[in-house]
């Protein structure tokens, strides 16, 4: 995937992963790269020119001092040193990209006639310089400034790009599919009249060929960017009908970042009627971007859907619990008393686990206490009811009570994660001891060798000694 792939896939890559905390993380990082992907993807190369590599080179000194205008926004700075190179080092190393610096300095300028000078540089990297690394770059930076020449009333540089953005909706096989020429063609025209790019987008978007699936996904996000009814119509359409999962995920996605009612039923409706499991999964994300009521009311009926993929209910049940309220964690304890999957169980568990409050902690040591509950579900709860923060002495009491080895083992465990607190340092190497279990003392031994408290050493070492 090259530099200008829109970065909405980010968000999207993520939900294949589990999720757990660090995954929602990631999950929260790669939407907010996805919603500043328009900016990002509007500048080629937005990191800067490379560092120079060429000490000896006779424009390297001015290289640097270009390079350092670049770095601090003096675009006029930046533009004079590159030209400097060009013109009075043609043959230095820096030669043919240093055009395309000049140009990019220019064009930050704004300015018409820096603008058109831009252009002009660009024109003379394309012939003298053809190889040159920023090669491909300039061309899209080259619609982009046609672009901004049109949003400033430039006539012929308007005519280009509607030109171009008619060549870029074609799929004609001379180019590749996923040609960030092309987006760069349609984009300047959406920048420079919204109105007139919207049917070349629509056109874009209702082919089915394999050849344009790249070029389809981009344009979802560039709809995406212009709000309004007709935006949304054409997101869930293609929501509902493209014939590539990852085309139709992008439109769900970006129909949950507009935030309105509409795009709600739209996000319901895809849940209704569309069978594909991996679009179902971004609609439910799509959901938990929702902070209205009606969306945790739609991702709670979710959850609850006898038939629905069990993979894509654990994501409704995981972002119910990312929604922290007395509702939704009274909600999910009714769940789990009405659920027979041992998975979705699981997830209900750890939902409410992240929630703090709410009673959520006593509800956990209640079901890791339920002689009726399978034995892989009580751990799961003894396991993060610690993690939850109940008091050492509540989990060590649980200890001396139980009489299952297998939750025995788990309770050293959770212990073993609060070994800090001197409660939970006391419990285990009264465990290692006294316990009259061997199978529990070396468990207990083996946490307790995990530990860098002296107290541990010394525990050890005691005992080696007997």
């Not at 790669?30 to 080179?57: I, K, N, V, W, Y």
């Not at 205008?69 to 004079?80: H, I, K, P, S």
């Not at 929702?290 to 894509?312: F, I, K, M, T």
């Amino acid at each position: 995937m090259n530099r200008s792939t829109f970065l909405a896939a980010a968000g999207l890559a993520l939900l294949a992963a589990p999720l757990g905390a660090q995954g929602l993380r990631d999950v929260r990082v790669g939407l907010a790269d996805a919603r500043q992907g328009l900016a990002a993807t509007r500048l080629a190369l937005a990191h800067g020119p490379p560092p120079a590599a060429f000490p000896q080179d006779p424009a390297d000194a001015l290289y640097r001092q270009g390079r350092e205008a670049l770095n601090r926004n003096d675009w006029t700075t930046a533009a004079r040193r590159f030209q400097q190179i060009r013109q009075q080092h043609p043959r230095s190393r820096y030669a043919p990209d240093a055009l395309y610096w000049e140009a990019w300095a220019r064009y930050r300028t704004g300015r018409a006639d820096q603008l058109r000078m831009a252009l002009g540089g660009l024109e003379t990297q394309r012939r003298q310089h053809p190889n040159a690394g920023t090669r491909r770059d300039a061309d899209q930076l080259a619609l982009r400034i046609r672009g901004e020449l049109a949003r400033q009333g430039d006539a012929d540089a308007a005519e280009d790009v509607a030109t171009d953005a008619q060549r870029a909706a074609r799929c004609d096989g001379s180019r590749g599919g996923d040609d960030d020429e092309r987006m760069a063609a349609l984009n300047a025209l959406l920048q420079m009249d919204a109105e007139q790019a919207m049917p070349l987008l629509r056109s874009v978007l209702a082919r089915r060929d394999a050849c344009s699936e790249a070029l389809r996904s981009k344009a979802v996000f560039l709809v995406a960017q212009k709000a309004g009814a007709d935006a949304e119509t054409l997101l869930l359409n293609v929501a509902r009908t493209d014939p590539s999962t990852e085309v139709r995920g992008q439109a769900v996605f970006w129909l949950s970042q507009t935030g309105t009612e509409r795009s709600l039923d739209a996000i319901e409706q895809i849940l209704r009627t569309v069978p594909d499991a991996d679009i179902q999964e971004k609609a439910v994300f799509a959901l938990s971007q929702h902070r209205s009521p009606r969306a945790a009311q739609l991702l709670r009926a979710y959850a609850e859907r006898d038939g629905a993929p069990a993979n894509v209910r654990e994501k409704a049940i995981f972002w119910l619990g990312q929604r922290a309220s007395a509702e939704n964690a009274q909600y999910l304890r009714a769940l789990f008393g009405r659920l027979r999957d041992e998975d979705l169980k699981e997830k209900v568990i750890f939902s409410l686990s992240q929630m703090s409050g709410f009673g959520n902690e006593r509800w956990l040591m209640s079901v890791a206490l339920d002689a009726g509950q399978p034995t892989e579900i009580r751990k799961k709860a003894l396991f993060w009811a610690g993690q939850a923060g109940v008091p050492v002495a509540e989990v060590a009491g649980v200890y001396d009570r139980m009489r299952d080895a297998d939750l025995r083992e788990q309770i050293i465990f959770v212990l073993s994660q609060r070994m800090r607190e001197t409660a939970a340092m006391d419990k285990i190497i009264d465990i290692a001891r006294r316990d009259p279990d061997r199978r529990m003392r070396e468990k207990a031994l083996f946490w307790l060798s995990q530990s860098r408290d002296p107290r541990a050493g010394r525990v050890i070492r005691e005992m080696i000694e007997q």
